[in-house]
């Protein structure tokens, strides 16, 4: 049996490839099996998700002892060969993941998959790359999965036609391009003077360099943390986002939600892995303060709702940079619950743009500029109109009372975003706040906690101003509104989210146990190094001799 659960690790990167290669050999006009075969898949990967949270905690260590279940693929062990690694962060990731895949999924499935076939392949290779990001035990494999990802997420984001969608999906093609230039560039520097890319066997070697071959290294390690700033949506090269992600349909912006949080996850796993691995350092702070900033501006001067949600992305990568970068040890955990807060809430408001904008008859998405009025149809999504009530829509159940529905899930996103109670936004920055302030460690100046927490209170204000102005016309302004049908399967993931949501604020106390335990591992990375690098040990030990 506990050879039967190791294989668990695998599986949230085998099952996204053998379900999007299937689908390849389905016939377009078989769309039901399809959707089976994605939602299967996806349902699986969660499965397999919180059984690794299971069997990565306290709770079940005849599995795993020291928490850390190691995968060697093909048998070969560290550093040799490739290994998937999974700890209690890796295990939140991965199931995080698998909630947002299954709420785009089954959004996806009313309208917006259609012609579905590619959909549903590029949305399983999408997460095959990132459950393989937050599983790969090494550099190589990580830059692999980062561009499986990407490769499906340019099909993904160049989905429908118009001028703008393609505007910004080359602007985002380029940008993410050019990440990957330096991510190469990174490891090569970083290889050339390690002889290995295995991020365990990476903090034994490190350790041993001369001062004249550290030097090189560490120029390699800043041009890999530029990279990865990169791919988190950071200033200054962020300007490609809001408008790129606003411009996607519903579903993918939902999905996008989880791809800045894997540059942010790769800072943390090398930063704690690497213990001398501070080339960027101080900077994170001023990185993230100015994305912040970026992102609050560009708050205050959206006019649409899915061009906010995308400058609250930067809001939401900046807090989470400044907090990375005051360097305070007990400041991991709060930062790994406000990442999982984020994440949801992003989610959960992209879902939401999908079915505001109907109350227009117009999709804001199909524009870049907050100059330019709503372009007037659903074509170049490649999909049917939805319908206003009385209409003829498409077939399925209806949600009654759907003004109501949609100015409720709007009020919990804004409470989300900006950080008021009840809900966990304001549990994650406070919690994120309260540590700060109470920490007084020897290399974290105090002006700097202090110009965090403004900071992040000035952009919760911001936000809560630019929500209720877009809101008070989207649901106060009965001028030239219609009221959208909403299906069952559209309202469905978003209602979940929004329990999900609540659940977090309810049982706040068992998830900070867990994430405390996470973040107390990765400062303490010995039970990681000697769960990967004991592997080899066992393989080339000498067999007994026979009888």
């Known amino acids: ?95 995080l993941t698998g909630i947002v895949s299954l709420s785009a999924l089954v959004y996806s499935a009313t309208r917006w998959d259609r012609p579905g076939q590619p959909f549903h392949s590029l949305l399983q290779f999408l997460t095959m790359g990132l459950n393989g990001a937050f599983l790969t035990g090494d550099l ?16 993904l984001m160049l989905r429908g036609g118009g001028t703008e969608r393609i505007r910004l999906g080359l602007h985002y093609v380029a940008v993410n391009l050019t990440g990957s230039v330096l991510f190469l560039v990174g490891v090569a520097l970083i290889y050339g003077m390690t002889g290995t890319l295995n991020m365990a066997d990476l903090a034994g070697r490190a350790a041993m360099l001369d001062p004249h071959e550290r030097g090189l290294f560490d120029a390699g390690a800043a041009v890999l943390g530029i990279a990865f700033l990169i791919k988190a949506g950071s200033w200054p090269l962020n300007f490609w986002l809001p408008g790129t992600y606003s411009i996607a349909i519903a579903p993918v912006g939902a999905l996008f939600a989880m791809m800045t949080k894997v540059g942010l996850y790769a800072i943390l796993r090398l930063g704690t892995i690497l213990e001398e691995y501070e080339t960027l350092g101080a900077a994170l702070f001023f990185i993230g303060l100015a994305s912040l ?10 006019k649409h709702l899915a061009r906010l949600v995308g400058y609250s992305v930067l809001v939401s990568t900046g807090i989470l940079l400044s907090a990375l970068g005051l360097r305070i040890e007990a400041l991991t955990a709060p930062i790994l619950f406000y990442l999982v807060v984020s994440a949801i809430t992003t989610c959960l408001f992209f879902l939401l743009t999908g079915m505001t904008d109907r109350t227009r008859q117009a999709d804001p998405a199909l524009f870049a500029s907050d100059d330019e009025e709503p372009a007037p149809v659903y074509a170049a999504y490649g999909i049917k109109a939805p319908s206003v009530e009385g209409g003829d829509g498409d077939v399925g159940v209806a949600i009654p009372a759907v003004m109501a529905f949609l100015g409720m899930v709007f009020a919990c996103c804004a409470l989300l975003v900006t950080g ?68 069952l399967l559209e309202a469905a993931p978003v209602g979940m989210l929004v329990l999900l949501a609540g659940g977090l604020a309810l049982f706040a106390g068992p998830v900070n146990t867990y994430l405390d335990a996470a973040a107390r591992s990765l400062h303490r990375p010995d039970a990681y190094l000697h769960a990967v690098l004991s592997l080899e040990t066992r393989r080339e030990a000498p067999a007994e001799p026979a009888p």
């Open 420 to 487: 008021l109670p009840p809900l966990p936004g304001f549990l994650a920055k406070f919690s994120l706040l309260a540590t700060a302030l109470a920490a007084t460690p020897a290399g974290a100046a105090p002006k700097e906690v202090w110009l965090l927490a403004v900071a992040v209170l000035g952009s919760g204000l911001a936000g809560l101003i630019a929500l209720s102005r877009v809101g008070m016309r989207l649901f106060w302004s009965v001028a030239a509104r219609q009221t959208p049908r909403l299906r």
């Open 140 to 155: 190589f494999n990580l830059f692999v999965f980062f561009e499986v990802l990407l490769a499906a997420s340019y099909g």
């Open 293 to 302: 900033a970026t992102g609050a501006i560009g708050m205050l001067g959206a």
């Open 1 to 95: 049996m506990n050879a039967l659960l190791r294989h668990i690790v695998v599986l949230p990167v085998l099952l996204p490839l053998l379900a999007g290669t299937l689908m390849f050999f389905v016939a377009e006009a078989r769309r039901s099996l399809r959707i089976s075969i994605a939602l299967a898949s996806v349902l699986a990967q969660l499965a397999a998700g919180a059984a690794l949270l299971y069997l990565t905690s306290d709770a079940a260590p005849w599995i795993w002892p020291e928490g850390v279940g190691v995968y060697p693929v093909g048998g070969w062990p560290a550093p040799f060969g490739i290994v998937l690694v999974v700890d209690r962060l890796a295990a939140v990731m991965v199931t």
